[in-house]
């Protein structure tokens, strides 16, 4: 990992400020902080020169006519708040969703790459990351070695070169996550050639494995995975501690799993919270309604775990372990100046943030909206096909049938598919997954998902292929034409009126809406999903993982109809 280096005449001005001889930028006086080394909190002055802290202690610097004094008498302050494991392409976008979360307290994202490497050559997407990195904010991310799914394309998108040059930018810290981890223990020693690059380069390497067996996270240990972020029980943490692995506690909108986790963690006297790290890992927009990194602490606080405890796990405890604790996750000398100020350790929605020296919010006001990023590097979907009385023919012997949001197992289809519309007495439905260049096709029925709705498409898919479900031919033909219009996003018609949609306006995938607007249009689209029989948590997620191979047990792919268990096609795409 390479750090960032303040240019020789930055340092030398920011001794010139210790010295005295110079004036700080801003002053902060009577601070009660927490410092994060000495696990306590600490009374004194903190001096700032532009971007970084300067000094922390009990002195007064020099003060001039335009050095801002901020008085914190009163208040507690913690470093920004770190999001390790962040997959900030739910239906918001990396600039909207920081944006939103840093009136939070959220200031550094550790993000997933999947998106921008799948969409876009690797000069455009680092274009768009150079672009983030000038906001006053901080993103990091990662360098994925697998799609998570079966690919038309995957050998020709994940190359070494491709690959490689992910690992040498000095701002990517993160291998993984390791979806495709059985490939890894099947003898793919490409994947294990790619981890063993990004450890030379100082990076970390994130494991996906829920359920793992004690062999399991033995062996993925020795081929390198360093973390975790599935543990589902207190017994699973416990396991992933013992095998050495850093441990995140995840609270997401299909995994609110951290209240329990904590609890057992608590109630077994587990002296482990040094270890540990908590995620909302890439939870849909309306998940964040109550906040982010600080809707984690908050649910720590709510547990019973000390107050210290729960702030470090959401900042210095992810700092130390990816090695940025030089930057981040500490109030002291020579830090980015990124802190939050808080009314009492008990409330960790602060009332003013500070962020690489720049405020972003005071007195509970957002004073400080990001820059917009130039999105025209991601290539638009335009739908310049049209489907055909053909495409909806569905002969498949079998269908998908949802066990809950995200897994899926065949089931027998019993309904006459030849109909027009199939009945509202059963949950079955159509399904097409449609190639967003209109190449190919995948028919069958799926089972679960809804049982009176009429027509649904969607743009957002974890490749950006189309997705259309419904009863209703007509209805999902209509759903498509209206989704081609917009072109790109998500649509649900009935009755030839469009009831409810979400413009996915980059890339057909992604909202360019702030955050607030687009927890709305995703609460909607729940309620009117939920009214015609979707019964699961969040659809979101639904539509993200039907192509998803790295959960059981059948999928639908840019291949066809996929066996995860057995790695195999059972039914493949059909040409158009």
């Known amino acids: 990992m390479q750090y960032p280096i303040w240019k020789i005449e930055e340092i030398r001005h920011q001794i010139d400020v210790v010295n005295g001889t110079q004036a700080p930028d801003i002053l902060i006086t009577n601070a009660t902080y927490l410092h994060s080394h000495l696990k306590k909190w600490i009374t004194g002055n903190i001096w700032i020169v532009k971007d970084r802290i300067v000094y922390t202690g009990s002195e007064m610097p020099l003060i001039s006519d ?92 994940f190359t070494s070169k491709k690959v490689g040059e992910w690992i040498e930018r000095p701002d990517v810290i993160m291998g993984g996550e390791l979806t495709g981890w059985p490939r890894l223990l ?65 609270h997401s909108s299909i995994r609110p799993d951290l209240p329990i986790l904590l609890k057992g963690i608590l109630e077994k006297d587990l002296h482990i919270f040094d270890h540990l790290m908590m995620t909302t890992d890439g939870a849909t927009p309306s998940f964040h309604t109550d906040g982010v990194m600080d809707k984690c602490i908050q649910v720590a606080l709510d547990a019973g775990v000390n107050p210290i405890d729960a702030y470090l796990m959401a900042s210095f405890n992810v700092a130390k372990y990816y090695n940025l604790s030089n930057l981040h996750g500490v109030i002291a000398t020579g830090r980015f100046a990124t802190l939050n100020f808080l009314v009492d350790e008990q ?39 049209d489907l055909s009385e053909s495409d909806f023919q569905f002969s498949m012997p079998f269908g998908i049938e949802m066990v809950n949001d995200v897994i899926t197992k065949p089931y027998s289809v019993s309904v006459d598919t030849t109909d027009n519309e199939l009945s509202t007495s059963h949950d079955q439905s159509f399904l097409l997954l449609i190639d967003r260049h209109g190449k190919w096709k995948v028919s069958t029925l799926i089972k679960g998902f809804a049982t009176t709705l009429k027509g649904f498409a969607s743009s957002y898919s974890s490749t950006g292929d189309i997705l259309l479900i419904g009863k209703n031919k007509k209805c999902m033909l209509q759903a498509f034409n209206e989704m081609k219009k917009m072109n790109g996003g998500i649509v649900l018609v009935e009755n030839d009126e469009v009831v409810c949609s979400i413009n996915l306006a980059i890339g057909g995938g992604l909202s360019d809406k702030p955050m607030e607007a687009l927890i709305e249009e995703e609460l909607l689209l729940k309620k009117e999903l939920a009214a015609r029989g979707f019964r699961h948590g969040d659809a979101i997620y639904t539509l993200s993982f039907l192509q998803a191979t790295h959960l059981p047990y059948v999928r639908v792919t840019q291949r066809g109809i996929f066996d995860v268990m057995k790695k195999q096609v059972l039914f493949p795409a059909v040409m158009r």
Do not use: C
Request: without cysteine.
């Open 186 to 250: 099947s003898g793919d020693d490409q994947m294990l050639y790619w981890m063993q690059q990004a450890k030379t380069n100082g990076m970390k390497i994130e494991g996906h494995f829920p359920g793992a067996s004690e062999r399991t996270l033995a062996r993925m240990r020795l081929l390198g995975a360093d973390g975790d972020h599935e543990s589902m029980t207190i017994e699973e943490v416990e396991r992933r501690i013992l095998h050495g692995y850093a441990v995140t506690l995840r």
């Open 66 to 157: 335009k050095t801002e004094v901020y008085d914190a008498t009163g208040q507690k302050i913690v470093p920004g708040y770190i999001e390790p494991h962040v997959h900030p392409f739910q239906l918001y976008n990396p600039q909207t969703f920081a944006d939103y979360a840093a009136q939070l307290g959220t200031t550094t994202f550790i993000a997933d790459n999947l998106i921008l490497f799948l969409m876009l050559k690797n000069k455009k997407a680092f274009s768009i990351m150079d672009q983030l990195k000038e906001l006053p904010f901080a993103f990091y991310w990662w360098a994925r070695f697998d799609s998570q799914t079966e690919l038309e394309n995957e050998e020709e998108l």
């Open 347 to 385: 409330s960790p929605v602060p009332i003013s943030v500070l962020s690489k020296g720049v405020w972003l919010k005071r007195a509970s006001e957002q004073v400080h909206a990001f820059a917009p990023i130039d999105w025209s590097d991601m290539p638009d979907l335009n739908i310049d096909f």
